[in-house]
């Protein structure tokens, strides 16, 4: 007899993933480990085509120690060490900002500073870069080292200044975030969330994580996705930073102790393996995850209303569960006849009868000795 292969560790999970920058490379490593990938774009990115000047830009600013370092924008501000996370140069990054003199345009920025946990040491009342770089210039810049965090465009005359003031500058381009050109693939995916046929969600930037908040609140369902990310999805976050909008309604998160998208898959596929319950009943070991059961080995697909029936068995196994439980545990709820079509369906999909007992007049349990 030949053996089977060994389960893929993500294998039988759905992992949602919202991403505009560097999406396939997160969904491959996670199909690669087995799991079903669907794509929901938050955002996308303008005006630049690709990040190699933002990258050259922050490997300058490591290579040397800076004076100034002028957040003109929160969004920018975090774009910027969202980025440097993803490229393992996070660490290296704040605490070469902690060494300068952080100024922020205004509270947004100085928000965004405070959430990399350094603190700012000027921010203009006005909020305009007009005074900001007024400021530098009567605090006297030359021969200091200034970087200017820009966002969507440049600013000639802010830069333009310092450095006929004698300050060497470099210009750091972030990109821009906005909503995605057809919102129907998230719109989509939250539905999948709310549905139970999303098991994970990873998010690669907070501008993504807020843009999906605010989709659902946008649609009447931010409770409702609130309460599935915080109760059943495991939700994971490349950094701290990344979590922040997630974090501010409640959402608990995971991360990787490195800011990389390898790390990040790794951390899913621990997180959903971990999480997943493993009993015997009748004589065989069951696993389950998301959205099928591994039974002595042997991956079983089930589908949303069986999963989630046995879900609510597994929850004390042996116990006798009544039909009334069940109905409530059905996706959607339904009547009492629903729960007997999908106890049918999860002994055919388990690929044995017995798992499954009907205890007469009560209700269904797992077959546990007790």
Same mark, same amino acid.
């Given at each position: 007899m030949i053996d089977s292969p060994p389960t893929l560790p993500l294998a039988g999970f759905a992992v949602g993933i919202t991403a505009a920058r560097r999406a396939d490379e997160l969904g491959a490593l996670l199909v690669r480990k087995g799991a079903t990938v669907r794509y929901g774009p938050a955002i996308r990115i303008v005006p630049l085509a690709d990040d190699t000047e933002l990258h050259a830009a922050t490997e300058r600013l490591l290579a040397e120690p800076v004076d100034v370092v002028v957040a003109t924008t929160g969004i920018g501000f975090r774009g910027w060490v969202e980025a440097a996370e993803g490229w393992g140069l996070g660490e290296a990054l704040v605490e070469q900002l902690g060494r300068a003199s952080l100024l922020a345009r205004g509270p947004k920025a100085r928000g965004a500073i405070r959430a990399a946990g350094l603190s700012e040491s000027y921010s203009p009342a006005s909020e305009s870069s007009a005074e900001l770089v007024q400021h530098l210039l009567e605090s006297g810049v030359e021969g200091q080292r200034i970087a200017v965090q820009l966002h969507g465009e440049p600013l000639p005359y802010f830069v333009e200044s310092l450095r006929e003031a004698g300050a060497e500058v470099i210009e750091v381009p972030v990109y821009r975030w906005v909503g995605p050109s057809d919102p129907g693939p998230l719109d989509r995916l939250i539905d999948a969330v709310l549905d139970g046929s999303v098991d994970a969600m990873p998010f690669t930037s907070a501008p993504a994580a807020a843009s999906t908040l605010a989709m659902a609140k946008r649609t009447g369902r931010l409770a409702a996705l609130v309460e599935a990310l915080t109760r059943r999805v495991l939700v994971a976050c490349v950094g701290p930073i990344t979590a922040a909008p997630?974090? %501010?309604?409640?959402? /608990?998160?995971?991360? /990787?102790?490195?800011?990389?998208?390898?790390?990040?898959a790794r951390t899913v596929a621990q997180a959903l393996v971990e999480r997943s319950p493993r009993l015997?009943?009748?004589?065989?070991?069951?696993?389950?995850?998301?959205?099928?059961?591994?039974?002595? $080995?042997?991956?079983?697909?089930?589908? +949303?209303? +069986?999963?989630?029936?046995?879900?609510?068995?597994?929850?004390? /196994? $042996?116990?006798?569960?009544?039909?009334?439980?069940?109905?409530? %545990?059905? /996706?959607?709820?339904? #009547?009492?006849?629903?729960? #007997?079509?999908?106890?049918?369906?999860?002994?055919?999909?388990?690929?044995? $009868? !017995?798992?499954?007992?009907?205890?007469? !007049?009560? $209700?269904?349990?797992?077959?546990?000795?007790?």
């Open positions: 997630l974090a %501010a309604v409640g959402i /608990p998160t995971v991360q /990787p102790e490195r800011a990389r998208i390898g790390a990040l015997c009943a009748a004589g065989r070991q069951i696993e389950l995850r998301g959205q099928a059961a591994i039974v002595d $080995g042997h991956l079983r697909e089930v589908a +949303p209303a +069986p999963m989630a029936v046995l879900r609510a068995l597994a929850r004390e /196994p $042996g116990r006798v569960v009544s039909r009334r439980e069940l109905t409530a %545990a059905l /996706p959607g709820g339904g #009547e009492e006849h629903a729960v #007997e079509t999908a106890i049918g369906r999860l002994r055919t999909s388990l690929g044995e $009868g !017995k798992l499954v007992q009907t205890v007469v !007049k009560r $209700g269904y349990r797992l077959a546990v000795e007790r």
